[in-house]
């Protein structure tokens, strides 16, 4: 298999290894292959030669939150505090970045039918790019075991159909040497930035990938995080924007609150949040039994739980106050 | 300059030039093709500067005959001029390709022109990059010069033998392949920005990669794989990721070297990738 990962030891990257961890963990094999790409794929991200504040749920939940009971979040999120005017300003930077992730090996060119695909390579994501002017949408193509689109679809999807005998060729002789067909997973990068740079609080932070308990990097990393009460105030002005039927959004957001308590944060959730979120609270838990990345927090936790003791902190401090 | 300032001049001393033995009045009028009594009355500037001499042949001195005094100084020059004007004279009422075909033997066209038709005229290409073997290029320079002000020539210095060219049966040129074109175009970018055009040929075609390479590492060395390695790295990142960009990686890759060319490549870059859907327009 493709090793891509600077961050992960290549033994610990085989599918019996991640089969293993899975079991210790009692999670599927995918969502472990998930944090293995994610904790990479921050670590590539830091090489950019350009100033950028990592923030957003994988942040709180890999920093500000006990492994134990995060929400698996595996997206990445950062800012440029420095003065960016539009995308193609950052175009170089990735040029380099690129190159970078060539020489570090954390991108393996190959070669199918006289055109390229570059494993572990971090490219825009063409379909999400139009979305918004400020957000520079990119993807981490990752060769993984379990999770993603099987190689051959991916192929196809990108141009290279497995009916022309050369990429065929090409898929018998890679199953011959990896004794499977691998799949490719789209690690999903957003970068913000503004013409004046985005200056949110930020602190330097070691960060913990997902499990740590089993799974160990061969590199911690460390990098400028947005500081918790920061962070919570954003929450709080994104669940005032946000509109009412994005309810996993709203599930995640409430999610990370936590830290308002885990952190005795002295920041007050205003009303209108408040009845926004009376308002989808059923919607909301529903949610919140049903998908992948709530599996952690759900064993220790339940919706109701997390919003009682948000609501009742925020209850406190506004009568400490009127005392 | 008084003794070239008429036609009838400039002729009678063509005539005594193409004619090596001494010639009459009538003779010069006949080859010339003017009347003899106008030879007779501008013909004696010529004898005043020295550049003729008369000979005398019948009895008194009445039937005299004219030749080129070649020890005369005037005369080389004016010589120069005419053989110059000769060679001139042959290719300038030609079409550029036809003067090329015509004048050149060791000469191939290449950069944007040589692939214009070929990609259905789509981009603009102001002028014609002729790639010269040192051995032809005075002569290559003279046709540039002679065509300034109706053409753009662009000369490219170079040994042509290990070119990848082949003779155009339609065009009655030599013609570079495609390949040998984009290597023309990216290594000599400086020479003429304006052949980065052919990037749209490079960015919607696929091309022989490996020959690309060779001709590119052969000819123009690491300075163009770089180019064409930062294009590629950038169509990838735009959206286009099957472009090969691997295959041109250079020995040593130095990040925000030419600075020029990458501004352009750039912009080429959106241009082609943005018309041709691969890069969403509105996002960039």
Same mark, same amino acid.
Request: aromatic letters at 12%; proline letters at 9%; hydrophobic letters at 25%.
């Given at each position: 298999m493709w090793n891509v990962y600077?961050?992960?030891?290549? $033994?610990? #990257?085989t599918k019996e290894s991640i089969i293993n961890f899975a079991n210790q963990l009692k999670f599927r094999p995918d969502i472990v292959e998930r944090t293995i790409g994610l904790y990479d794929s921050i670590y590539q991200l830091m090489k950019a030669e350009v100033k950028q504040t990592f923030y957003g749920g994988s942040m709180i939940n890999q920093v500000y939150i006990n492994p134990d009971e995060a929400r698996l979040s595996i997206d990445i999120d950062s800012v440029i505090r420095e003065e960016i005017q539009n995308k193609r300003d950052l175009l170089d930077v990735l040029v380099n970045l690129r190159e970078t992730m060539l020489s570090d090996k954390s991108l393996i060119p190959i070669t199918i039918k006289d055109l390229e695909i570059g494993i572990g390579e971090i490219l825009s994501d063409t379909k999400r790019q139009a979305l918004h002017p400020q957000v520079l949408f990119l993807k981490r193509i990752l060769p993984t075991f379990f999770v993603g689109t099987p190689l051959p679809d991916y192929l196809s999807r990108i141009g290279?159909?497995? $009916?022309d005998p050369s990429v065929a060729r090409y898929l018998i002789n890679l199953k011959k040497e990896f004794g499977f067909l691998p799949r490719i997973y789209e690690l999903r990068i957003e970068i913000r930035f503004s013409k004046e740079g985005i200056s949110y609080p930020f602190h330097k932070q070691q960060i913990f990938p997902y499990f740590k308990q089993v799974l160990t990097p061969i590199k911690y990393l460390e990098c400028d995080i947005e500081q918790v009460a920061s962070v919570a105030q954003g929450k709080l002005e994104f669940l005032e924007l946000v509109? !009412? !039927?994005e309810t996993i959004n709203i599930t995640n957001t409430i999610c990370d609150l936590r830290i308002l308590y885990l952190y005795n944060l002295d920041i007050e959730i205003p009303l209108s949040i408040r009845n926004k979120i009376k308002r989808i609270k059923e919607q909301c838990k529903a949610d919140f039994s049903k998908y992948w990345f709530y599996q952690l927090i759900s064993t220790k936790y339940s919706f109701d739980g997390i919003l009682s003791k948000i609501f009742q902190i925020n209850k406190a401090k506004k009568s400490r106050k009127e005392v | 300059m008084d003794i070239i300032n008429t036609t009838t001049k400039i002729k009678i001393i063509e005539t005594l030039l193409q004619n090596k033995k001494s010639l009459g009045i009538s003779s010069i009028a006949n080859h010339a093709k003017i009347s003899v009594s106008e030879i007779w009355r501008q013909i004696s500037v010529l004898i005043d500067y020295g550049l003729i001499i008369e000979e005398n042949r019948g009895p008194m001195g009445r039937y005299k005959k004219y030749k080129i005094n070649?020890?005369?100084?005037l005369v080389n020059i004016v010589k120069e001029l005419f053989d110059q004007y000769e060679k001139i004279r042959k290719f300038i009422h030609l079409k550029p390709l036809d003067a090329c075909s015509q004048f050149l033997k060791k000469y191939y066209i290449t950069g944007a022109y040589a692939i214009k038709e070929a990609s259905w005229d789509i981009f603009y290409s102001d002028g014609m990059m002729v790639a010269v073997d040192p051995k032809e290029y005075e002569k290559a320079k003279l046709l540039k010069n002679c065509y300034i002000n109706r053409w753009n020539f662009i000369l490219l210095k170079k040994p042509i033998e290990k070119c990848d060219y082949f003779y155009d049966e339609d065009e009655r040129v030599f013609k570079a392949t495609f390949e040998q074109a984009i290597a023309d175009s990216i290594g000599s /970018?400086?020479?003429?920005? #304006? #052949?980065? !055009?052919i990037l749209y040929f490079l960015l919607v075609e696929n091309l022989d990669w490996i020959k690309l390479r060779e001709l590119l590492e052969l000819q123009w060395g690491d300075i163009a794989l770089k180019r064409l390695y930062y294009l590629f790295s950038i169509a990838r990142i735009l959206?286009?990721?099957? /472009?090969?960009?691997d295959i041109f990686r250079p020995k040593t890759y130095t990040k925000g070297e030419d600075p020029v060319y990458t501004q352009d490549a750039k912009k080429s870059c959106f241009r082609i990738l943005l018309c041709n859907g691969i890069a969403q327009e509105q996002a960039w």
């Open positions: 600077n961050t992960w030891d290549w $033994k610990d #990257n290279l159909s497995s $009916k509109n !009412e !039927e | 070649i020890n005369n100084p /970018y400086q020479l003429d920005p #304006n #052949n980065i !055009e959206g286009g990721q099957l /472009y090969p960009a």
